[in-house]
């Protein structure tokens, strides 16, 4: 028994450890947050050492503490990879992947089945920005975003992909538009600007057509998905963005504007969350989305 009430405390001490709040270990483990404090109290009178500074309204590691925790995130990761070697009808480890809609619907759903194939052992959920707002979806272990590297040091982030930003829109309406030679022209088309994305247009002008003091306004569409919609059935031109319309490319439903190099170019970032409870599951799959050869 107290083998077994051991282990407990010690899990219970991981999560506290990795969220740095016994509410929101509490709610990781699925127990109250009562029960978190009574697990970490018997595990350092067991111990004989304080664990955690309690300050008013946050705690600490203590010096000790900081030392255990690398030995059992380390253990608890070992003891996790073994069990799914030798027991691989266990349940599968579910992770969370936090990202943007257009991300999601066009570039990683594409990529369950393959996933799925690779490592049987992990069920990927998918939740956008939007719905990460909800308290109910703090949690996440991977997030894949664009802008900058993060300042925090909490997080592993590495490059994803450099997005291709470049003009593109509906095979009919690229032949109605024939007088288009030179960036310039597009001044003179149907522009679809794509809210969360409204700069690109102007930093595009800005780039190859210097003499248009400003982007023209056209139609403004909430979300990369109706963008590329509204493109596809022949409402004007949209700053597409590569691997995100690699697909509709392929297929001909989309086509470039031009077909020399006239594109931004915009990084998307891969992060793993380091207090994710299956880290080590969690880099497996962030290595899986990053490998080029992963098919769609």
């Not at 077994?4 to 999560?15: E, G, P, V, Y």
Request: hydrophobic residues 40%; proline residues 4%; neutral net charge.
């Amino acid at each position: 028994m107290a083998n077994k009430l051991q282990l407990n405390s010690i899990r219970t001490f991981d999560a506290v450890a990795r969220r740095m709040s016994f509410s929101l270990a509490a709610e990781e483990l699925s127990v109250s947050q009562s029960a978190v404090s009574q697990q970490v109290r018997q595990l350092e009178a067991e111990l004989g050492s304080k664990l955690f500074v309690r300050h008013n309204r946050s705690i600490s590691l203590t010096e000790n503490g900081r030392a255990y925790f690398g030995v059992v995130r380390e253990v608890l990761d070992r003891l996790d990879s073994v069990t799914q070697q030798l027991f691989p009808r266990r349940s599968a480890r579910t992770l969370t992947v936090r990202c943007t809609p257009s991300v999601a619907a066009l570039w990683l759903s594409r990529k369950l089945r393959s996933i799925s194939q690779s490592i049987p052992d992990v069920d990927v959920r998918i939740i956008t920005l939007d719905n990460a707002m909800d308290g109910r979806h703090r949690v996440w272990d991977i997030e894949i975003f664009r802008g900058r590297f993060p300042e925090d040091t909490d997080a592993d982030t590495e490059l994803l992909w450099d997005a291709e930003i470049l003009p593109v829109c509906a095979p009919d309406y690229l032949k109605s538009i024939g007088f288009v030679q030179m960036p310039g022209d597009l001044a003179r088309c149907d522009l679809i600007h794509t809210l969360g994305y409204k700069n690109d247009w102007h930093r595009w002008f800005r780039t190859f057509a210097p003499d248009i003091p400003k982007a023209p306004s056209g139609l403004s569409v909430d979300g990369m998905l109706i963008a590329i919609d509204a493109a596809e059935n022949g409402e004007g031109i949209l700053l597409g963005r590569r691997p995100l319309v690699d697909s509709h490319l392929a297929d001909g439903r989309l086509v470039r504007v031009f077909q020399e190099d006239h594109a931004l170019h915009s990084p998307y970032l891969i992060r793993i969350n380091s207090k994710s409870a299956g880290w080590q599951a969690t880099r497996r799959l962030r290595d899986l989305l990053q490998a080029k050869t992963v098919p769609d």
